[in-house]
């Protein structure tokens, strides 16, 4: 293993502004988020994930694994927007553990609101203050940031975080 190397302080203070720029810039998104269309940024990467799949359906197993997120907490979030209207169960065992979800009418709407609202406070935010060089930057970065971590990790292309609504 290699000898672990501390920053220079200017990369610490790059580190940080960076850090501090994406928190700002989630918070403003997340507000609108709730504000605009009220519901969280969990419940509209469910209901992404959801609209961007055949029939708005999928396996619980399936939506976690698509969002990364373990099936606890999956179970939670979906009991809230069930109970909200936003989606429903497709199928239970006979233990009443939920086997498939679906949006509802109520959640589609929702969802394709939110996403086109989402992605216009994406542009104001994000990309209206990027010269072409500096989108350029970004995409070449995060790109390699993406290929070398899904190689530690072993990860697919197929985990797609659900902020990509850019194949929607």
Same mark, same amino acid.
């Given at each position: 293993?290699?000898?672990?190397?501390?920053? #220079?302080?200017?990369?610490? #203070? /790059?580190?940080?502004?960076?850090?501090?720029?994406? %928190?700002?810039?989630?918070?403003?998104?997340?507000? +609108?988020?709730?504000?605009?269309? =009220?519901?969280?940024? !969990?419940?509209?990467? &469910?209901? $992404?994930?959801?609209?961007?799949?055949? =029939? *708005?359906?999928?396996? &619980?197993?399936?939506?976690?694994?698509?969002?990364?997120?373990?099936?606890? /907490? $999956? !179970?939670?979030?979906?009991?809230?927007?069930?109970?909200? =209207?936003? $989606? =429903?169960r497709t199928g239970n065992e006979s233990s009443g553990r939920r086997l498939g979800i679906e949006l509802t009418a109520k959640g589609r709407n929702a969802? %394709?609101? @939110?996403?086109? *609202?989402?992605?216009?406070?994406?542009?104001?935010?994000?990309?209206?203050?990027?010269?072409?060089? %500096?989108?350029? @930057?970004? +995409?070449?970065?995060?790109?390699?940031? $993406?290929? /070398?971590?899904? !190689?530690?990790? *072993? @990860?697919? @292309?197929?985990? &797609?975080?659900? #902020?990509? &609504?850019?194949?929607?």
């Amino acid at each position: 293993m290699a000898t672990p190397h501390t920053l #220079e302080p200017e990369e610490w #203070e /790059r580190w940080n502004t960076w850090m501090r720029a994406q %928190q700002l810039l989630l918070r403003e998104l997340d507000r +609108d988020l709730q504000r605009d269309y =009220g519901i969280s940024k !969990a419940e509209f990467s &469910v209901l $992404v994930t959801l609209h961007r799949t055949p =029939g *708005g359906r999928m396996r &619980v197993g399936e939506l976690a694994e698509s969002l990364d997120w373990d099936k606890s /907490r $999956v !179970a939670h979030q979906l009991t809230r927007m069930e109970n909200r =209207g936003l $989606v =429903g169960r497709t199928g239970n065992e006979s233990s009443g553990r939920r086997l498939g979800i679906e949006l509802t009418a109520k959640g589609r709407n929702a969802a %394709q609101s @939110a996403i086109l *609202g989402h992605a216009d406070n994406i542009r104001r935010y994000f990309f209206d203050s990027l010269s072409p060089e %500096q989108a350029a @930057a970004i +995409d070449a970065w995060s790109r390699q940031m $993406v290929d /070398r971590a899904e !190689a530690r990790s *072993g @990860a697919t @292309a197929d985990s &797609v975080d659900s #902020e990509d &609504v850019s194949r929607r």
